[in-house]
C-alpha cells in the first residue's frame, strides 16, 4: 500500500482515503482545534521516525518482539525500590529481639539440663551387702591346727597357690573371699570376707554390738587396732570418702588359749558402705547422708593359729 505525505502538514496518509490529508480535512471542515492537533502529531511522527528510511520502511513499536496470538508481549512492571520506614525498621528490630529471646531461653534451659544431669549422682551399693535372710548362712564347722584335708571334706579340693609376701605358706583360695593358708599340710589361718558364711556366731556384715557378743563367748574382747581415717566429707548431701581405702577401720578381737585351742579371732569393723557416688570422672565412698551416724558392721573375719611358726606368729605361744 502506497503512502503519501502531505506537503502542507507533511503527515503520511492513504492516497486511496477519499478524505485525503486528515488535517486538511479538518481544516476543510472548519476544525482549527483538531488540524492543530493533527499538525502536533505529525511533528511527533517525524520525531520518531529514522530520516533514512521511508516512511513505509519504518518499523513498528513493536517490531522485533515477541508476540504471543499476534499481540506484543510487554516486559511486567518491577516492584518499586522503596526505603523503609522507621516503623518497618521497629518491626524487624522486634522480630529479631524475639529469636533473641527465644535462643536465650532455649540456650539456658539447656545448660541447666546439662548441670543437672551431669551433677553428682548416687548409685546404691551396699558393701558389705546387708544379710535378707539369717537361714542363708552356712556355719562353716573348720578350725585352724587341723590338717588341711579336713578343709578339703568341708569346702571341697581347691589347688594350693604360693602366696608371694608369705613364704611356706599355701593358700587354697574358695573364691576371692574366702580362702584357706596350711603350712605343711595343716590349717595355719582361716580368711573370712564373705557374708553367706558363718564361724561360730561371727558373719561379715552383722552389726558390731552383736559380733562383740559373740567374741565374749570365746574370751575377753581386745582392741587390736585403733580407728583410722578421717572424718567424711560432705558431698552433695552425702557422708563420703574419696575411696574405699580411706574408710575408717578398727579390728578387735579375742585370744583362744588351753584349754579351749590355740589361735587369735580378729575381727575388722567399718561404717556399711551405702554406695558410690558418681561425679562426672571421680567416684566416692558413701557411708550415708551427712550429719548422720553410720552403722558399723563386720566387714572381715580372721583366725589364726599361735601354735605354728608362721607369717603373723614369729613363735608358737601354747
Keep these: 500500500m502506497a503512502i503519501e505525505r502531505c506537503p502542507t502538514h507533511d503527515i503520511p496518509y492513504n492516497p486511496d482515503n477519499p478524505r485525503g490529508c486528515p488535517a486538511c480535512a479538518r481544516e476543510r ?3 482549527a482545534d483538531q488540524a492543530d492537533l493533527m499538525r502536533q502529531l505529525a ?7 529514522r530520516p533514512d528510511l521511508p516512511p513505509e520502511e519504518v518499523p513498528s513499536p513493536s517490531a522485533g518482539r515477541p508476540t504471543a496470538g499476534g499481540w506484543p508481549i510487554t516486559t511486567p512492571p518491577r516492584k518499586p525500590e522503596t526505603e523503609p520506614t522507621t516503623i518497618d525498621r521497629l518491626l524487624l528490630l522486634a522480630q529479631r529481639r524475639k529469636l533473641l529471646t527465644a535462643g536465650t531461653a532455649a540456650t539456658v534451659f539447656l545448660v541447666v539440663m546439662l548441670l543437672v544431669a551431669t551433677g553428682p549422682e548416687f548409685l546404691p551399693q551396699p558393701t558389705p551387702p546387708p544379710l535378707e535372710d539369717p537361714s542363708a548362712l552356712r556355719p562353716l564347722a573348720l578350725g585352724v591346727n587341723v590338717p588341711v584335708t579336713n578343709a578339703f571334706s568341708v569346702l571341697g579340693a581347691q589347688p594350693p597357690r604360693a602366696v ?15 580362702t584357706v593358708d596350711a603350712i605343711n599340710g595343716v590349717v595355719y589361718a582361716l580368711r573370712i570376707h564373705v557374708a553367706s558364711v558363718q564361724w ?7 552389726p558390731e554390738d552383736n559380733a562383740r557378743g559373740a567374741l565374749s563367748l570365746l574370751g575377753g574382747i581386745e582392741q587390736l587396732e585403733l580407728p583410722s581415717g578421717g572424718p567424711p566429707n560432705d558431698i552433695d548431701g552425702y557422708a563420703a570418702y574419696r575411696s574405699v581405702d580411706d574408710v575408717p577401720r578398727r579390728v578387735i578381737g579375742v585370744a583362744v588359749r588351753p584349754p579351749n585351742g590355740c589361735f587369735d579371732v580378729q575381727v575388722t569393723i567399718q561404717p556399711q558402705l551405702e554406695g558410690i557416688l558418681a561425679d562426672g570422672p571421680r567416684r566416692y565412698a558413701v557411708i550415708g547422708r551427712a550429719g548422720t551416724e553410720p552403722v558399723w558392721v563386720v566387714t572381715a573375719i580372721a583366725v589364726v593359729s599361735r601354735a605354728m611358726r608362721g607369717p603373723g606368729t614369729p613363735a608358737p605361744s601354747c
Design 43 to 49: 511533528r511527533s511522527t517525524r520525531a520518531t521516525t
Design 29 to 31: 471542515e472548519g476544525d
Design 200 to 206: 561360730r556366731g561371727l558373719h561379715v556384715s552383722m
Design 164 to 178: 608371694a609376701d608369705q613364704p611356706g605358706v599355701q593358700r587354697h583360695a574358695y573364691g576371692a573371699r574366702l
